[in-house]
């Protein structure tokens, strides 16, 4: 069996030649995807090498995604690569290269990275080829990334995407007659990813009741600030609060809907609904990334800008630094879940173009380059 280029080279050869699990003639690949390797890293190799081990295979992978410009994918010599410029799968022949973000996980989620991984593609891109990109993730995650990436300015009218629910994908390869030896492989893989999903779905804090509606008002605010800004942003659900966060940034932004939680589990919100208003708090919080901080001139900027140990935000007001490093501002509200909405995003916009502004000032992007 071939194996992918990169990182998924030394995770599938391990399969391959240790930690065999007897179960008749079949290893078992739970180890791989049960254990402490990131879980899109050992579903990408996985992918990765069925698709590089067997040209029916990946004829019908393409059939599936790409129904009809699938005559156009078939046939071709594939070099296949893993996490190759944080691309998670990418395959290049001779007149195309297919781009695959794979997330098995909903906290892995990243929006704006099938836009900026198409950018970095097109820098690099040798005249003539096409480009097929492929979002494979949970049912419902990330619903809005091809939309983003096919709306936008930059995306070319000869090239192609799509998105695809790995329950959906893996329910049509089920219908495939898979060859030995792969086929134990592809089976044990695929129930893994599901097994994944299904165990992800079950929220420490399920969405129900009032945790579900103030669930859906940050949703609706990531939405929207997803089609006012290109900063890249992904979700988080905790105890007593929902948050929408930046992701590879040089400044760190935490944008929560704060909310009084019982005392036991399963944490239920409450003093929340009042007639048809809910009385939350706003929070924003402000840092230096881990990445910033290894930058000596970003390093520099922020230690000024902590100084006076308060910064102001236009739009917004003040924030004030906490003993952890952060700016911080808090604001109780009670409004409907409409106006809770467009305050959040209006509040999220303020500070991420106030944070631009400063850093274009000494020559940095928000967006880590």
């Not at 044990?188 to 969405?207: C, H, M, Q």
């Not at 917004?316 to 952890?324: A, M």
């Amino acid at each position: 069996m071939c194996l992918p280029d990169s990182s998924g080279r030394g995770i599938m050869r391990a399969v391959m030649v240790m930690g065999w699990n007897i179960n008749g003639n079949c290893m078992n690949l739970k180890h791989f995807f049960r254990g402490f390797l990131k879980k899109e890293e050992v579903a990408s190799a996985f992918l990765a090498t069925l698709l590089e081990s067997d040209t029916q295979f990946r004829d019908f992978f393409f059939e599936t995604i790409f129904p009809n410009q699938a005559p156009f994918l078939a046939g071709s010599i594939w070099n296949v690569q893993v996490e190759s410029d944080r691309i998670d799968v990418r395959l290049e022949s001779d007149n195309a290269i297919v781009l695959i973000e794979n997330k098995v996980r909903s906290s892995a989620y990243e929006s704006g990275q099938l836009l900026r991984y198409y950018e970095m593609e097109l820098a690099r891109l040798c005249p003539g080829k096409v480009i097929f990109v492929v979002f494979v993730a949970p049912q419902g995650v990330g619903g809005h990334e091809i939309d983003n990436l096919v709306q936008h300015d930059i995306f070319r009218q000869d090239d192609f995407s799509a998105a695809i629910a790995w329950e959906s994908l893996i329910m049509s390869i089920r219908k495939f007659d898979i060859p030995e030896p792969l086929k134990w492989f592809a089976q044990s893989g695929f129930d893994e990813i599901l097994n994944i999903i299904e165990n992800d779905s079950k929220a420490v804090y399920p969405r129900e009741g009032v945790r579900k509606i103030l669930a859906q008002i940050v949703d609706e605010a990531f939405n929207t600030l997803q089609t006012r800004l290109q900063t890249p942003l992904s979700r988080w659900s905790a105890r007593e609060y929902e948050q929408i966060q930046t992701n590879k940034t040089n400044v760190t932004m935490w944008l929560d809907l704060v909310f009084e939680i019982e005392d036991e589990p399963p944490y239920c919100p409450t003093n929340i609904q009042f007639d048809e208003c809910l009385k939350v708090t706003l929070r924003t919080q402000i840092k230096l990334s881990t990445k910033g901080k290894k930058i000596p001139a970003l390093k520099k900027w922020w230690r000024e800008i902590t100084t006076p140990k308060v910064i102001d935000i236009p739009d917004l007001g003040e924030h004030h630094l906490n003993s952890k490093g952060w700016f911080v501002s808090a604001e109780t509200i009670t409004l409907e879940p409409e106006m809770i909405i467009e305050k959040m995003a209006t509040s999220g916009v303020a500070v991420l173009s106030e944070l631009n502004r400063r850093l274009d000032e000494i020559g940095y992007s928000l967006v880590e380059s």
